[in-house]
């Protein structure tokens, strides 16, 4: 190809990399709410607990089968489950999960534990509002 033909091309080319970004994006920014409570998956309501603030955000990974320690949380926590289905039982009461389902854990809830009862590893992210030197999680 010749020279003079391949110029108008290039030429063409770097105009588009000058154009701004938003004539180039056809799609806009959206933000779709999960969930918003005040309490939690138990029913009762949480508290945020006195002292230095700290914020935490978790990727929990529970391999296929597992089932967690019982346990309880000091602080209100939100969890969106990524990946696996799961097994939340509370004394008699027993919630399922699956990929894309999101709840709140009152930090007053209770001793639970979850199981892990996919085909493949469970993966959750789990944000925590917490103070400095308190666990996210407490075994019974």
């Given at each position: 190809m010749k020279l003079k033909k391949i110029i108008p091309i290039l030429y063409l080319f770097i105009q588009t990399l000058a154009l701004p970004q938003s004539f180039l994006a056809e799609e806009k920014i959206e933000v779709i709410p999960l969930i918003q409570s005040s309490k939690g998956l138990s029913g009762k309501n949480f508290n945020y607990l006195d002292g230095k603030p700290e914020l935490r955000l978790l990727k929990v990974k529970i391999p296929v089968g597992l089932k967690t320690p019982i346990h309880?949380?000091?602080?209100?926590?939100?969890?969106?489950?990524?990946?696996?289905?799961?097994?939340?039982?509370?004394?008699?009461?027993?919630?399922?999960?699956?990929?894309?389902?999101?709840?709140?854990?009152?930090?007053?809830?209770?001793?639970?534990?979850?199981?892990?009862?996919?085909?493949?590893?469970?993966?959750?992210?789990?944000?925590?509002?917490?103070?400095?030197?308190?666990?996210?999680?407490?075994?019974?």
């Open positions: 309880t949380h000091p602080s209100p926590m939100l969890i969106y489950v990524t990946r696996g289905k799961l097994k939340h039982v509370r004394g008699e009461e027993i919630n399922f999960f699956k990929a894309g389902d999101t709840f709140v854990e009152s930090n007053n809830g209770g001793a639970h534990y979850m199981k892990n009862i996919g085909k493949k590893p469970a993966i959750l992210h789990v944000g925590v509002v917490s103070v400095v030197g308190i666990p996210t999680t407490i075994n019974k």
